[in-house]
């Protein structure tokens, strides 16, 4: 099977891929300049990748919560949008193409846990102080 990527600069690189392989393993493997801050674990969008052709997207599963979620957060969301993480490949995605958006964001779920802590203590604070 075949896999193809953009990357930045809008330079092809195509790849042969493993039935299984998710497309951040691909990227890392072949040294393509894909973040994936999280590990692939869906907890962050620094493999976000823009799936070339409605058809194409309309073969993969549908995408999880998580997954939507870490989606908000990234840099250039399209209709076509998707993890690297969280694109398996299979034979329906033979001749997939994707793209890198032109920057990432390195957000991951742990900063908003974080500020909403960092929040409730200085509404607990101001709380205090009022009373």
Do not use: W
Not at 21 to 40: F, K, P, R, T, V
Not at 79 to 91: D, P
């Amino acid at each position: 099977m075949a896999a193809s990527a953009a990357d930045q600069s809008s330079t092809p690189h195509v790849y042969t891929v493993s039935d299984g392989s998710n497309l951040l393993d691909i990227a890392q493997h072949h040294e393509l300049e894909m973040e994936g801050a999280c590990g692939g674990s869906c907890a962050c969008s620094t493999c976000h990748v823009i799936v070339e052709g409605e058809a194409m997207y309309e073969k993969m599963d549908e995408p999880s919560d998580d997954e939507n979620d870490m989606l908000d957060l990234a840099f250039g969301l399209t209709e076509t949008s998707r993890l690297g993480c969280q694109v398996v490949m299979r034979r329906e995605l033979d001749g997939l193409v994707v793209r890198l958006p032109s920057m990432t964001r390195n957000m991951q779920a742990s900063d908003f846990q974080g500020k909403e802590k960092e929040k409730e203590k200085k509404e607990e604070k101001a709380g205090g102080e009022a009373g």
